[in-house]
């Protein structure tokens, strides 16, 4: 019996010598590494204010099932400083023209959240620097899931855009941003979904008073279908055609990347935390 016992006094004493290492050294050689992965995806969205302006990147607009829309957008850290865009209508090969106003500026907003939610990561890891002495185990899972909360929402808003109504995309800014004018049959949305940006271009056509049709208004949606109505003003419209082009934007992948990387390193060191917290209630070292 008194065997038992020292041999159990042996294993625990191990246990936290393993702890107090844990707490003490490779908590903050993780934290270390997260701060270096989540400054390079910081690099990724430098802008105006921070280490000089953000260079202009032209993207030129692709879709693999329609060569109807063709353009080219000009990025600029979170906003797009021109565009530029060829539409063909489909009933009469006309070709319409559309580009941004010389003094106008698009601000991407799913970019701007995806940046501010790193750099309150970054905080958050900073704020613990080598010198910090994390006493229980119940602190350092405190702040990975800080940190992964930060983390996800910066992922989330890339990977998941707005699911908007097409009268909040008529009412959209956006649509004064072109010269000249976008006529009143067309309305315009552009996002971010993954690693791409987006632009779409629906076609309208009214409904008529006398038409069989029941009238439904669509509701929020990321990408809308022919066939999707609304009502605008006085006058109720439906979609008739859809143009949907995209680019890939590389450096939204690398920060997916970093991002992916940096939640799989929080949740590594959060499971190890765990496995002492089943031989201590989170005690202090």
């Known amino acids: 019996m008194a065997t ?3 041999a159990t006094a042996a294993e625990r004493a191990v246990l936290e010598e393993e702890f107090r290492w844990l707490l003490h050294d490779e908590v903050h050689a993780v934290l270390r590494q997260l701060q270096d992965i989540l400054k390079e995806a910081s690099l990724r969205f430098t802008l105006s204010g921070t280490e000089g302006p953000a260079k202009q990147e032209n993207f030129i607009l692709g879709s693999c099932g329609t060569d109807q829309v063709k353009g080219v957008l000009t990025l600029q850290g979170d906003a797009l400083s021109q565009a530029d865009v060829n539409l063909k209508i489909p009933r009469n090969n006309q070709l319409l ?4 106003r ?3 500026q698009w601000k991407l907003q799913q970019i701007q959240d995806a940046r501010n939610h790193v750099s309150q990561a970054v905080y958050l890891l900073t704020n613990r620097d080598e ?3 994390f006493r229980t185990g119940a602190e350092v899972l405190k702040l990975m899931d800080a940190v ?7 992922r989330n808003r890339l990977t998941t855009p707005a699911t908007l109504t097409l009268p909040e995309i008529a009412a959209s800014g956006l649509t004064r941003m072109f010269a000249p004018a976008l006529p009143s049959d067309l309305l315009v949305n552009v996002y971010i979904n993954l690693n791409k940006l987006c632009l779409t271009m629906y076609q309208l056509h009214p409904v008529q008073p006398n038409s069989s049709k029941n ?4 509701g929020g949606a990321v990408l809308h279908s022919p066939g999707a109505m609304f009502e605008w003003g006085s006058q109720r419209l439906e979609v008739s055609h859809v143009h949907k082009v995209e680019c890939v934007i590389p450096w939204l992948n690398d920060a997916l990347v970093f991002f992916t990387v940096s939640l799989q390193l929080c949740q590594q060191l959060k499971d190890k935390i765990s496995v002492f917290s089943s031989y ?5 070292f």
């Open 4 to 6: 038992a016992m020292a």
């Open 97 to 100: 023209h559309f580009a941004f």
């Open 102 to 104: 010389e003094d106008k």
């Open 131 to 133: 010198g910090y002495q």
């Open 148 to 154: 992964m909360l930060q983390l996800t929402r910066a």
């Open 215 to 218: 009238f439904r208004p669509a």
């Open 280 to 284: 201590w209630s989170y005690r202090a």
